[in-house]
């Protein structure tokens, strides 16, 4: 590291970084790249910034930042050591380069998650006052500040609501992505909205893993020697992915969405809990949403269902002629129950 600099966090201080980067750049045939660490938002100003004088940005999440560190064998913490450990990471990989969100996707992941912050407050307001209906000593003045707590709340979550289909009609071709999406049953406008705006319109994603990863659906496995732990997904993705998807699932499954019913079926008979295949069909409901938004089709409920009976006839027919019947292995099912077991 040849050397090291502090500015503020603010527009005006930007410049002197620029400044002082091309001051202590020494071969301008070099690529330059900006590799910073994701925190919150608080990266994202400088980032648009960099973005918009045609700089090239890398944005790195703060785990992936902290365990190649740790390879590295630092054990303290400081913002010299982090600045080393990301400048050094610049050098050696090939980081993916940072897009930044369109406006209105921008504009529909602060409508959504304003949403989701009202929706909490006022769930803690109705728990304070359902805990209050049920002391031994109530208060008048505290149940009627709850009542308008909670008349506000609701006066809030339909302004937002009316804020994020607005905010949809008028982008045409936001809309004619919303529309394919909610044709699933169980995904609602609010649930679509919240899945383009956390994964910003499915940009960056070039596989199905790398979205199940990014939601946090991924597998961790727990095996040593003979001993065998449990096998559950990870969890430490985006948690507003999992969060909008836990009603559509029960939806989905309640009114019969054909792809998510098997599914559900299946793995409710393999496990007998209930949870685990409504977790499989979250994951479903996640990657049919990926599926319409990239190829842009509109969405068919039994194609699914029809791929995969075409998918089993040969099977059958060929099991039936060679008369060969599996004694052990692991089957789809068996590991899709595997991948989405919770620990």
């Known amino acids: 590291m040849k050397g090291s600099t502090k500015v503020a966090n603010k527009p005006v201080a930007f410049a002197q970084l620029e400044h002082w980067v091309s001051k202590h750049r020494k071969a301008d045939g070099f690529p330059l790249r900006y590799v910073m660490e994701s925190t919150g938002v608080y990266h994202e100003a400088v980032a648009w910034h960099l973005y918009q004088t045609d700089q090239s940005v890398c944005i790195l999440l703060p785990n992936k930042a902290k365990h190649y560190l740790k390879s590295l064998g630092y054990k303290s913490k400081n913002d010299k050591i982090d600045a080393q450990g990301l400048a050094r990471m610049g050098l050696e990989q090939q980081l993916t380069l940072w897009k930044p969100l369109s406006k209105n996707i921008y504009s529909l992941r602060l409508l959504t998650r304003q949403h989701q912050r009202l929706q909490e407050w006022k769930t803690q307001c109705r728990n304070q006052q359902h805990a209050l209906d049920y002391s031994a000593i109530g208060d008048d003045f505290i ?57 910003n319109g499915f940009e960056g994603f070039t596989n199905q893993r790398q979205l199940v990863s990014y939601a946090g659906y991924d597998v961790v496995e727990n095996q040593s020697g003979n001993r065998s732990g449990k096998t559950k997904i990870s969890k430490k ?51 049919l949403a990926y599926a319409l938004w990239r190829h842009q089709t509109k969405y068919d409920p039994m194609h699914s269902v029809q791929a995969e009976t075409e998918s089993l006839l040969p099977r059958m027919a060929d099991q039936d002629s060679k008369k060969i019947v599996p004694t052990s292995g692991t089957t789809r099912d068996q590991s899709t129950v595997a991948e989405l077991s919770f620990g």
């Open 143 to 199: 149940t009627k500040q709850n009542a308008k707590l909670l008349a506000v709340y609701d006066q809030q979550l339909e302004s937002l609501e009316t804020a994020i289909h607005q905010l949809i009609e008028q982008d045409a071709i936001l809309k004619e992505q919303v529309e394919r999406l909610t044709a699933i049953k169980g995904l609602a406008l609010l649930s679509v909205a919240v899945l383009i705006a956390e994964t």
């Open 237 to 287: 993705g985006n948690s507003r992915i999992r969060r909008i998807l836990h009603l559509p699932a029960f939806n989905a499954v309640r009114f019969g969405e054909p792809t998510c019913q098997a599914l559900y079926e299946r793995v409710y008979q393999k496990t007998n809990t209930k949870m685990k295949a409504y977790v499989a069909v979250q994951k479903k409901l996640l990657l």
